[in-house]
């Protein structure tokens, strides 16, 4: 299964049709006379492509027997009225793809998604000349491919992939803008995370005619990630840098592109990162698109807090060779969000005397959001995964006046539904990542990325980014991880600029800065 995923890394873009999931144990369906009236119409419409293709094949020439036209007694029979209901239970299954529906919060939906477990064949045929005449004749696209994706529970998804398209907007647009090939690749890797606001920007930047907002939104397309609807494009900031304390300088860049008196959403996240990979930060932007997609509030920052040494080393207890210092956790989380506009690493919690937990946090984040732009109202909101949620205090998180977000896996929301309740439809919203990406992101955990580099041949970078998958290397993080080579005194010092945010005693913060200094010394 995981090489069938492999040899399509290619299509790795898809647009999910969650609604279109159905049972392959239960064959019987019940259909309501308004729903029998729809699905007769797409019947109908089957019907037609059918018909479309047969006659295509009837002007082939007699002498190709692939391209033969069907024996009479072949064709499909004519339509019956009465047999619909049992033709619709027989087949359990629609014909046309809808457009898909937008994301909605937890406790309305339904399953809206599945893990992709087996990859077919794209349907339709491999000629080109064919299937050109057939799009036209039946306005299909044939430059979107089909594909099922069929889970373990029996369930089916029906998925189009939308990449290549996308693809030649970008070729398209590149020949009426100058771009260069540094952001021409950035931009596929933009369509590979397949995000809903990006693939509305770059069909709409496909038919605008003026050239400079063209480019105007291509840069900032490429400067965001995943453009945010609230943000004037081409704003400069009017803020000072200086007046400005860590880690509130992005969010000041976002919030100077604002009117005052707004109630504005920062998102905030802590965990281990023993170490990060690629969804923790994928896990903010999905949660950004549905905040703006589906709510009146700009999200103006996104705050990452790496836990506290002493939960970490409780963590890996059993294996502390795996366990990440926080100098080495701290420049890695740096590192995945330098390109980033708005998501920033907040050094606070990890530079405590002690563990704090995510209500401390929650708690810090909005005090100095309020005392440092006290014109603006803030609403912050926990964006955690299944495994934390479930943890969490639906009665503090309430009574603090805070939010959570759990962006979910494929897989996942069954799960989750069974173990929250009524209660938390006021305080939680469950969002489902439905994106179809490359096997290596998509099962991607802080300790499947630990076990590839105690392999040592096992390539990391798809899960955890250039930028880290550099930082790995240059200090052999994968290396003392395998137990290869020992971590160093050197390895558990603070770096010289995390040292004002440390929060020691004053003999503790001379002895540490002594220590960094002999380490240095000796490199």
């Known amino acids: 299964m995981k090489r069938a995923l492999q040899q399509h890394q290619d299509e790795s873009t898809y647009e999910r049709r969650p609604h279109l999931v159905i049972s392959l144990e239960s064959q019987q369906v019940e259909f309501t006379p308004r729903t029998t009236a729809k699905h007769r119409d797409e019947l109908v419409a089957l019907r037609q492509r059918v018909h479309a293709l047969e006659t295509l094949l009837a002007q082939q020439p007699d002498h190709d027997p692939v391209l033969k036209p069907p024996h009479a007694t072949k064709l499909l029979p004519p339509l019956a009225a009465a047999d619909l209901t049992m033709t619709l239970s027989a087949s359990a299954s629609l014909t046309q793809l809808p457009p898909p529906s937008q994301t909605q919060p937890a406790f309305t939906l339904p399953r809206q998604a599945t893990a992709p477990g087996l990859l077919l064949q794209p349907l339709g045929p491999t000629s080109n000349g064919p299937t050109k005449a057939m799009a036209e004749s039946t306005h299909c696209d044939p430059r979107m491919s089909t594909k099922f994706i069929a889970d373990q529970d029996g369930s089916l998804v029906v998925a189009v992939s939308k990449r290549s398209r996308l693809y030649e907007i970008i070729q398209r647009v590149s020949n009426r803008v100058r771009i260069n090939d540094e952001q021409i690749l ?36 490429i400067q965001t990630g995943s453009p945010s609807k609230h943000f004037a494009q081409g704003s400069p900031p009017k803020f000072h840098a200086p007046d400005v304390p860590y880690p509130l300088i992005k969010i000041a860049h976002a919030l100077s592109m604002l009117t005052a008196n707004q109630e504005v959403v920062v998102l ?38 790496p836990c506290h040494d002493t939960y970490v080393r409780t963590k890996n207890r059993r294996k502390p060779r795996e366990m990440i210092p926080k100098a080495h956790r701290l420049a890695m989380l740096e590192a995945a969000t330098a390109s980033s506009t708005w998501i920033e690493v907040d050094k606070w919690e990890i530079t405590r005397r002690r563990v ?20 603006f109202k803030f609403r912050v909101l926990y964006v955690c995964g299944v495994n934390t949620i479930v943890k969490l205090s639906h009665t503090a998180l309430k009574e603090e006046g805070f939010g959570v977000m759990a962006i979910c896996r494929p897989n996942q929301t069954d799960m989750l539904h069974k173990h929250l309740g009524a209660k938390w439809s006021k305080t939680a919203i469950v969002v489902e990542d439905t994106g179809v990406l490359a096997c290596e992101l998509e099962r991607a955990t802080s300790f499947r990325v630990r076990q590839a580099l105690i392999q040592g041949n096992v390539d990391v970078a798809p899960m955890v980014g250039k930028n880290v998958d550099e930082y790995m290397h240059r200090h052999r993080i994968g290396d003392k991880v395998a137990g290869r080579e020992p971590w160093t005194s050197g390895d558990r010092l603070w770096r010289a600029q995390d040292l004002p945010h440390v929060e020691y005693i004053e003999s503790e913060l001379i002895q540490c800065r002594h220590n960094d200094a002999a380490s240095y010394a000796d490199d």
Request: with cysteine; glycine share 6%; hydrophobic share 40%.
């Open 186 to 221: 950035r931009l596929k890797k933009i369509v590979d995370a397949e995000f809903g606001d990006v693939i509305a920007v770059l069909e709409g930047v496909d038919v605008e005619p003026d050239a400079s907002v063209v480019t105007e939104k291509l840069h900032h397309l």
């Open 268 to 305: 905030v996240s802590s965990g281990a990162y023993n170490p990060v990979h690629m969804l923790h930060i994928r896990a903010f932007y999905v949660a950004r698109q549905h905040i703006e997609s589906n709510y009146s509030f700009p999200v103006v920052g996104g705050i990452i807090s």
């Open 356 to 375: 704090l937990d995510y209500l401390s946090t929650l708690t810090h984040v909005r005090e100095i959001c309020e005392h440092q732009f006290p014109h």
